[in-house]
Antibody, heavy 120, light 107 residues
Framework: QLQLQESGPGLVKPSETLSLTCTVSGASIGTNIYYWGWIRQSPVRGLEWIGNIYYNGNTYYNLSFKNRVTMSLDTSKNQFSLRLNSVTATDTSVYYC????????????WGQGILVTVSS | DIQMTQSPSSVSAFVGDRVTITCRAS??????LVWYQQKPGRAPKALIH???SLQSGVPSRFSGSKSGTDFTLTISSLQPEDFATYYCQQANSFPYTFGQGTKLEIK
């Protein structure tokens, strides 16, 4: 059974960088079956797709984040990561990592989510 | 960006009722529409992909359909565990975008 788990700080100061890691079990992030994605959710903005990264490192970002986003893979740890720089209070959200299935074209498996608050 | 507009924003129903939720895309997305169910404090769960294909393990009382740029999620006979918030998401083109959600409440 594929499982994902987000980890990282729950509090980030304005203008700093939000860094989260998603640890995957039950599948290799080197597989070409899935994309690995990040989605966030807040009461004001709803669900927002941040971006996907493929097994070969190709990335697809939501341009609304204005080049603040970087995603990467660590195949040795079976993890993928999100970095969002220059954060403001509007980046306060629950952040989810998820798998995007090439066959289903849906986010099939999700982590439990991690609340990240941007505040000084 | 493609806008996804759901209606209604909330609906109340009895156990056993048939319920329909609609999602309209601002432009053609072919069949690339996903429906999710989310319960409080939990991550969304995919129910239907490609507009009408049931995800593995999802009960058959859930179904999806498409007419042009309008998509419909139908729950044929509501069960107590179906009371949740439902979202649509277009998977046709980047950036993927979600509807604002429909909250299904027990009457």
């Amino acid at each position: 059974q594929l499982q994902l788990q987000e980890s990282g700080p729950g509090l980030v100061k304005p203008s700093e960088t939000l860094s989260l890691t998603c640890t995957v079990s039950g599948a290799s992030i080197g597989t070409n079956i899935y994309y690995w994605g990040w989605i966030r959710q807040s009461p004001v903005r709803g669900l927002e797709w941040i971006g996907n990264i493929y097994y070969n490192g190709n990335t697809y970002y939501n341009l609304s984040f204005k080049n603040r986003v970087t995603m990467s893979l660590d195949t040795s740890k079976n993890q993928f990561s999100l970095r969002l720089n220059s954060v403001t209070a509007t980046d306060t959200s629950v952040y989810y990592c998820a798998t995007y299935g090439n066959e289903t074209t849906a986010f099939d498996y999700w982590g439990q989510g991690i609340l990240v608050t941007v505040s000084s | 960006d493609i806008q996804m507009t759901q209606s209604p924003s909330s609906v109340s129903a009895f156990v056993g009722d048939r319920v329909t939720i609609t999602c309209r895309a601002s432009q053609d997305i072919s069949k690339w529409l996903v429906w999710y169910q989310q319960k409080p404090g939990r991550a969304p769960k995919a129910l239907i992909h490609a507009a009408s294909s049931l995800q593995s393990g999802v009960p058959s009382r859930f179904s999806g359909s498409k007419s042009g740029t309008d998509f419909t999620l139908t729950i044929s006979s509501l069960q107590p565990e179906d009371f949740a918030t439902y979202y649509c998401q277009q998977a046709n083109s980047f950036p993927y975008t979600f509807g604002q959600g429909t909250k299904l409440e027990i009457k």
